[in-house]
């Protein structure tokens, strides 16, 4: 199907339908896009602490195979992680806390560094908001934010601070 008129001169212009096709595919297609890896970067003294980003967790892979450990990763995610975040100095702590939107929910949490370190919460900052609290060393850190249940999607904010959260 040709998307294109023929004007009064012989060229090709495009159509309002064809307009329209393209407008309605690039809706179609925009919460893929939505779903997209969220990076931040950091450096010791960071502004605006904590730094938050959002997302919505869960997914239908384990993340215990994520992980390629079976310790302590509870949790189905997707495969692609929910975040980046590049580390610019060493830390000599940084608290990772996720928070549900809705109480009820039941996070997990992953995160894997480019230097191979593999740390996974369960609930340990009380309740059900997973928390991590570690010395972490410059550079980039995957970030995976699970369910307790595969297949369960819940929205949550994760906090990043240099001092420990409650």
Known sequence: MDMHKLDGTGKKRWGWGAIAGL????????????QNV???SLGRGFRDDPATMKGTAG???SLAS??????????????APNHTVTL???????????????????????IKGSN???LCADEEGGGRRPQINSRLVKGSYQIW???????????YTLSLSEARQK
Request: include cysteine.
């Open 23 to 34: 407008t309605m595919a690039l809706a179609i297609t925009a919460p893929s896009i939505a």
């Open 38 to 40: 969220q990076n931040m």
């Open 59 to 61: 997914g239908r892979v």
């Open 66 to 79: 994520i992980a390629g450990i079976t310790d302590n990763c509870r949790g189905f995610a997707n495969t």
């Open 88 to 110: 610019t100095d060493n830390f000599p702590a940084l608290d990772i806390l996720v928070r549900p939107d809705n109480i009820n929910d039941d996070p997990t949490l992953l």
């Open 116 to 118: 191979g370190d593999i």
């Open 145 to 155: 934010v699970g369910s307790k249940t595969p297949n369960q999607s819940f929205n």
